[in-house]
């Protein structure tokens, strides 16, 4: 199977060996002096702006809204829940929603509704 190339010759088909730059002849010159490198100018640091009170941010896409009406003891004084989920589904918009209410502390609930919000 030997077509007679030599391994420079198929490095040289397959684009693998790049010709080498032509090596330039030294040229006795005078030696060119170097000027030395400007230092870098010291950065300046911007003061931090007063402190502001944030304005709200505004939620990028839909949202759902979901009210509950909780309370912490069975037949207890029943307080009105209300958690926004960026999620899109309805189920895992009150599984958070549940989550919340664990952390809060309530134990029993109703869901009253599942809103979509713009």
């Known amino acids: 199977m030997s077509a007679g190339f030599t391994e420079d010759d198929m490095r040289r088909a397959l684009g693998l060996d790049l010709p080498a730059a032509p090596v330039q002849p030294e040229v006795e010159a005078a030696p ?20 502001q009170s944030p304005a709200p ?3 990028s896409g839909p ?17 009105l829940f209300v958690h926004d989920s960026k999620d899109l ?9 549940k989550k919340a209410l664990a952390k809060a502390g309530f134990k029993y609930f109703e869901l009253s509704s599942i809103v979509s919000v713009d």
């Not at 589904?89 to 929603?97: G, K, P, V």
């Open 32 to 51: 060119a002096k170097v000027a030395p490198a400007p230092k870098p100018a010291p950065k300046k640091v911007a003061a931090p702006a007063p402190a």
């Open 57 to 59: 941010k505004k939620r």
């Open 63 to 79: 949202i759902l809204r979901v009210t509950m009406r909780v309370t912490k003891v069975f037949d207890g004084e029943e307080t």
């Open 89 to 97: 589904s309805r189920f895992n918009a009150e599984q958070e929603a």
